[in-house]
Each structure stands twice: as structure tokens, then as C-alpha cells.
């Protein structure tokens, strides 16, 4: 079994902000793999399908960015689905707007969605793909930022990096490496 996650907060306040790409990523997903989240539970919103007949779970924690492991690890606990079969995504500041970063795992470079799942989770060592915001700048607080929506000039960078999140997420599925899908989408 896998598990995407794509972080961000729920409700229309926040659909376009930056710190909603996650939810972007699992949105078009959802389309593309055919997977709907149709299912509420695990205090988010969740869809199962079946890729390569393996099971393929998306997420959406819908207990807002700071708290995303409380929806994470119950969903992984009570499929018993390990940690190293989870891929999250989610918005990085210390990435220019559009650049997309995979890693098998890292710290949470102080990012409070990333922070909760490694409390959650006991462990650091999950697969990640980082979808770059670029700094707010000076003058402008990083809570206002990463809640504000992005600018005209921004919306095609991370437009492609959405779509090229999807076709990384759907190599690894494919091919079950997340190595592989990290030397062609990094």
C-alpha cells in the first residue's frame, strides 16, 4: 500500500494560498490516477484505488497545517501501512516559486506541518516532495506569506510544478522507486 499526502489547511479561506500547495498537488492527482476523495475519516479526506493492483491512498489532513500528523497516523495505524510507504507533499520557503525538491527523508526546516507528522510519526524518515514558495520579502511576516496567495508572476512556475509533482508521484507508483522518480524529477 502507498499514501499520498498532500498538506494544507481546509476551507476556501485558504484554497489558493501558497501554503495550500499540497492540496493543489492531491487535487490533480485525484484526477489523473482516477483516485476520488470520497471518504472522511482520520479527521481528513480520503480516497482508495488501485494502481498496478496495489492499493493507493490520497490524503488531504483536514485538521489545518499544524496538525497534520493527527490525521496522518491514525489513517497509517489503522490500515498498518509503514512509514517508508508515504510520500507527503508540501509548500518549502527555502525554494524558489516552482523549483520541486524529492527527498527520502530530512528535518522539518521549520515548517509546522512537517514538524507534526515527525512528532505523529516518531521518525523523520518519510519520502517528501517540496514544492518551492521562495521568501516573503523583507517587511513581510512569514505566517502572512505562506497564507497569502501567489502573485501573477508565480502562477505558471507553480502551475508546472504541480503538474510535475503528479508525474513524480505517478513514476513512483509505477515503478515503486522513489530513487528513480528522484534522479528524473529533481
Known sequence: MKVIVGLGNPGPKYEDTRHNIGFKVIDELEKKIEVPLNQAKFKGQ???????GEKVFLLKPLTYMNLSGESVKPLLDYFK????????????????????????????GGHNGIKSLIAHLGTAEFKR????????????????????????????AIGEAVEKSVKAVQSWLQSGNFKQAMNEYN
Open 46 to 52: 480520503y480516497g482508495v484505488g488501485t494502481i498496478n
Open 81 to 108: 501501512i509503514p512509514v517508508e510507504d508515504i510520500v507527503v507533499i508540501y509548500d518549502d520557503l527555502d525554494l524558489p516559486a516552482g523549483k520541486v525538491r524529492l527527498r527520502e527523508k530530512g528535518s522539518h
Open 129 to 156: 516532495i517540496r514544492v518551492g514558495i521562495d521568501r516573503p520579502e523583507p517587511g513581510v511576516k512569514v505566517p502572512d506569506y505562506v497564507l497569502g496567495t501567489f502573485k501573477p508572476d508565480e502562477k505558471e
